[in-house]
T-cell receptor
Framework: GAVVSQHPSRVICKSGTSVKIECRSLDFQATTMFWYRQFPKKSLMLMATSNEGSKATYEQGVEKDKFLINHASLTLSTLTVTSAHPEDSSFYICSARDSGKPGQSYEQYFGPGTRLTVT | QKEVEQDPGPLSVPEGAIVSLNCTYS??????FMWYRQYSRKGPELLMYTYSSGNKEDGRFTAQVDKSSKYISLFIRDSQPSDSATYLC????????????FGSGTRLQVQP
């Protein structure tokens, strides 16, 4: 149980285009999902907290107009990188909390990540 | 000063060795402590979690938390080549909607 999927696993796009990454909780409901970014040999940096049915909460320094987050259902959050540039190339990872386990809400289940390369 | 400090390694040990991984933190409000394992180009997977101070054992893994010293450890006994990965410590203040704060990760290599 507690599986989180991400799609696509890898994407290459041209500078100036937009890319959408999907994060799905497959066997549980998640009112809260998180989007992280990870550079090579570095830790996960939280970008934003995605809340089902409401606006995402962005971390300081993360441009909300560039990284659009939509959490339209209890099992799906999307991250759209708009007008992508080479510096946006990174490994993007989402995680989700199981809404059905409030006593264990500190646990986060991670997706396998999406490697974005902007050329 | 980072909120969570973790030696990036790499840490190279022979198969069968006992591995000790550590993190220190500065925020005394952290209550939940976790260790994640991340294989190359994969998402992290939860290994252990501990609430407040104390020890927790699960198979070959033991997690220790010393809140007075703001220091947490993960021990791996009888290490295997399949344990080669990056180990990330993570912490959370409460059971609310807060995200986790991660250490930078320690890369472990277990030599056969």
């Amino acid at each position: 149980g507690a599986v989180v999927s991400q799609h696509p696993s890898r994407v290459i796009c041209k500078s100036g285009t937009s890319v959408k990454i999907e994060c799905r909780s497959l066997d549980f409901q998640a009112t809260t999902m998180f989007w992280y970014r990870q550079f090579p040999k570095k830790s996960l940096m939280l970008m934003a907290t995605s809340n089902e049915g409401s606006k995402a909460t962005y971390e300081q320094g993360v441009e909300k107009d560039k990284f659009l987050i939509n959490h339209a259902s209890l099992t799906l959050s999307t991250l759209t990188v708009t007008s992508a540039h080479p510096e946006d190339s990174s490994f993007y990872i989402c995680s989700a909390r199981d809404s059905g386990k409030p006593g264990q809400s500190y646990e986060q289940y991670f997706g396998p990540g999406t490697r974005l390369t902007v050329t | 000063q980072k909120e969570v400090e973790q030696d990036p390694g790499p840490l190279s040990v022979p198969e069968g060795a006992i591995v000790s991984l550590n993190c220190t933190y500065s925020n005394s409000a952290f209550q939940y402590f976790m260790w994640y394992r991340q294989y190359s180009r994969k998402g992290p997977e939860l290994l252990m979690y501990t609430y407040s101070s104390g020890n927790k054992e699960d198979g070959r893994f033991t997690a220790q938390v010393d809140k007075s010293s703001k220091y947490i450890s993960l021990f791996i006994r009888d290490s295997q080549p399949s344990d080669s990965a990056t180990y990330l410590c993570a912490m959370s203040m409460d059971t609310g909607r807060r995200a986790l704060t991660f250490g930078s990760g320690t890369r472990l290599q277990v030599q056969p």
